[in-house]
């Protein structure tokens, strides 16, 4: 079995910055696309950013320029600096991962449990 662990969420006044983690542990032989959604209340989850095992990397046009998305595979954590944080910012943040079972061979995707971004004044 597969884990994600979400941290680094919290309250942060409009304009302040705030560092995601999310660490995948268990038994893992490989980790591809790594992911960061949000779901806001009463809005649909959405893709905010995500990156390839080889480093390549996409926004969502809402939040380019102002987050980025990184990884250290040695690790297998995955990090999403976000600044210049916005009151639209707010909504619980979840970790994404393909991750193949170094046990079975499977191939299969698992969600973090999320982590609460608040940016308020």
């Known amino acids: 079995q597969v884990q994600l662990v979400e941290s680094g969420g919290g309250l942060v006044q409009p304009g302040g910055s705030l560092r995601l983690s999310c660490a995948a542990s268990?038994?893992?032989?490989?980790?591809?696309?790594m992911e960061w959604y949000r779901q806001a209340a009463g809005k649909q989850r959405e893709s905010v950013a995500g990156?390839?095992?080889?480093?390549?990397?996409n926004y969502a046009d809402s939040v380019k320029g102002r987050f980025i998305i990184s990884r250290d595979n040695a690790k297998n954590t995955v990090y999403l600096q976000m600044n210049s944080l916005r009151p639209e910012d707010t909504a619980v943040y979840y970790c994404?991962?393909?991750?193949?079972?170094?046990?079975?061979?499977?191939?299969?995707?698992?969600w973090g449990q999320g982590t609460q971004v608040t940016v308020s004044s």
């Open positions: 990156i390839t095992s080889g480093g390549s990397t």
């Open positions: 994404n991962a393909y991750v193949r079972d170094s046990s079975s061979w499977k191939l299969s995707n698992y």
């Open positions: 268990g038994s893992i032989s490989n980790i591809y696309t």
